[in-house]
């Protein structure tokens, strides 16, 4: 199970933590990954972390200011969100999967619920 949390409302230029608990499984096996959906969009792929935590990917749009870590011992997963922008307005998903990293949403087995955020201009 997977329980993302710390989505809120916040102004352009402004920061939040996601957070993402997980439950009921090896996590320190684990990729994780945080995607987005926006209203009327397609689900979008936003940062991923090895399970290790070593190795970490984003997108084109979030590098340089969202940054993914995980604390493998809480079996927890975060993303710092700094200098945040209207287009960032979406609902946040974690989600994990049994094989390495992947940008791909079809590629990853389990999900959360989600959490919106939305940044105001």
């Known amino acids: 199970q997977l329980v993302e949390s710390g989505g809120g409302l916040v102004q352009a230029g402004g920061s939040l933590r996601l957070s993402c608990a997980a439950s009921?499984?090896?996590?320190?096996?684990?990729?994780m990954g945080w995607f987005r959906q926006a209203s009327g969009k397609e689900r979008e792929f936003v940062a991923a972390i090895s399970s290790s935590g070593i190795r970490t990917y984003y997108s084109d749009s979030v590098k340089g200011r969202f940054t993914i870590s995980r604390d493998n011992a809480k079996n927890m997963l975060y993303v710092e969100m700094n200098s945040l922008k209207p287009e960032d307005t979406a609902v946040y998903y974690c989600?994990?999967?049994?094989?390495?990293?992947?940008?791909?949403?079809?590629?990853?087995?389990?999900w959360g619920q989600g959490t919106q955020v939305t940044v105001s201009s």
């Open positions: 009921g499984l090896t996590f320190n096996t684990k990729a």
């Open positions: 989600a994990v999967r049994k094989g390495p990293h992947s940008e791909y949403a079809a590629a990853y087995d389990y």
